[in-house]
């Protein structure tokens, strides 16, 4: 029963965390600036994230998922003010990538990451739908809710190691100017994705 929750639970993750909007852009962005595992580090806190929004799903935690819908307008206000910030400094970067530039700590873009992810409680959405769409219904045993929950990990982690490696296989053909003009880009979508995510979430 646990391995089938498990794979159950890895396939939701691969659905819930299909690398798209703020923390795509930026994981990227972050494997073009410092590599491989500067990237991973800000999917890492992401799939974190995602990962601690299906155990409320899964254990349906009536306090928090209650504190979560009732402040979910300031709170995801807040989040996508940080997208659009991150995003205009990311529009202003000039300089191509600085190989000898040492990175700030993994932890700095681990934190951020999860930061950023947990302030869109709207995931919970997501991952409702990804049960249904498998058709993983509750209510679960314990042995269950670790198998999706644990899954749910793996499957949204497994996107990033992708993305990243896929990333850093590109990073040595990509000239200066190409990546002054992908920051470009990135810093766009993060700041359209910043700007969406507020006027969603005052509307």
């Known amino acids: 029963m646990l391995l089938e929750y498990l794979i159950k639970g890895t396939l939701i993750g691969i659905i819930f965390g299909i690398p798209a909007g703020a923390i795509g852009a930026l994981t990227i962005q972050r494997t073009l600036e410092h590599g491989y595992f500067s990237g991973l580090m800000t999917g890492l806190g992401s799939s974190v994230a995602d990962t601690v929004y299906a155990a409320i799903c899964v254990l349906a935690s009536a306090v928090v998922s209650g504190f979560l819908k009732r402040y979910e307008m300031p709170i995801t206000v807040f989040g996508g003010m940080v997208i659009l910030i991150l995003g205009i400094f990311t529009l202003r970067k000039k300089t191509g990538k600085v190989e000898d530039k040492k990175p700030p700590k993994a932890w700095i873009y681990f934190g951020s990451s ?24 509750g209510p679960y045993t314990s042995v269950q809710s670790f198998g999706i929950i644990v899954g749910s990990f793996i499957g949204t982690f497994l996107w990033w190691l992708l993305i990243c490696g896929l990333i850093e296989k590109m990073r040595s053909r990509i000239t200066d100017h190409i990546y002054i003009v992908l920051n470009r880009v990135l810093g766009v979508i993060l700041i359209l994705f ?9 509307i």
């Open 114 to 137: 999860i930061a950023i992810a947990l302030m869109n409680p709207g995931m919970m959405l997501l991952f409702w739908f990804a049960c249904s769409l498998l058709k993983v219904a």
């Open 194 to 202: 910043g700007i969406g995510v507020i006027i969603d979430a005052i």
